[in-house]
C-alpha cells in the first residue's frame, strides 16, 4: 500500500507559478507509475499528465502541455507538479495519483488505485 499526501497548493497571481509536491509513503515509490489530476467546482476530474516508474518519460493532457511539468524523485519518494503561466481557470483541487499495474501511459482515473487527499490552487485574475 502507499500512502500520498500533496502539499505546495495556495493562492497565487495569474501568470505565477506553483510547485506541488506528493509525498509517497508505504512500498517502494520507484514501483508506482504516477500522475496529476484536478477537479474544478462543479466539474469532472480532469487528468493532467503522468510519469513512468523511472521518470524518463512523461506524458500531458494537452490543456497543459507546455506550462505543467511533472517530475520525480524516487530517493525522496516525491512525485512533483511545477505549474508556469497559471490562469484563472487552473483553479482547482489538484491530486496525486499512484498505480503499480502494467502499461504507461495511464490517462485515466480508473487506471490510478492510489490517491492523494488533494490541495487547493487559486488563481486569481
Known amino acids: 500500500q502507499v500512502h500520498l499526501v500533496e502539499s505546495g497548493g495556495g493562492l497565487v497571481q495569474a501568470g505565477g507559478s506553483l510547485r506541488l509536491s506528493c509525498a509517497a509513503s508505504?512500498?517502494?515509490?520507484?514501483?508506482?507509475?504516477a500522475g496529476w489530476f484536478r477537479q474544478a467546482p462543479g466539474k469532472e476530474r480532469e487528468f493532467l499528465g503522468t510519469?513512468?516508474?523511472?521518470?524518463?518519460?512523461?506524458y500531458y493532457a494537452n490543456s497543459v502541455k507546455g506550462r505543467f511539468t511533472i517530475s520525480r524523485d524516487n530517493a525522496k519518494n516525491t512525485l512533483y507538479l511545477q505549474m508556469n503561466s497559471l490562469k484563472p481557470e487552473d483553479t482547482a483541487v489538484y491530486y496525486c495519483?499512484?498505480?503499480?499495474?502494467?502499461?504507461?501511459?495511464?490517462?485515466?482515473?480508473?487506471?490510478?488505485?492510489?490517491w492523494g487527499q488533494g490541495t487547493q490552487v487559486t488563481v486569481s485574475s
Open positions: 508505504g512500498r517502494t515509490f520507484s514501483n508506482y507509475a
Open positions: 495519483a499512484a498505480d503499480s499495474g502494467a502499461g504507461w501511459p495511464k490517462g485515466t482515473e480508473d487506471e490510478y488505485y492510489y
Open positions: 510519469i513512468n516508474w523511472t521518470g524518463m518519460s512523461a
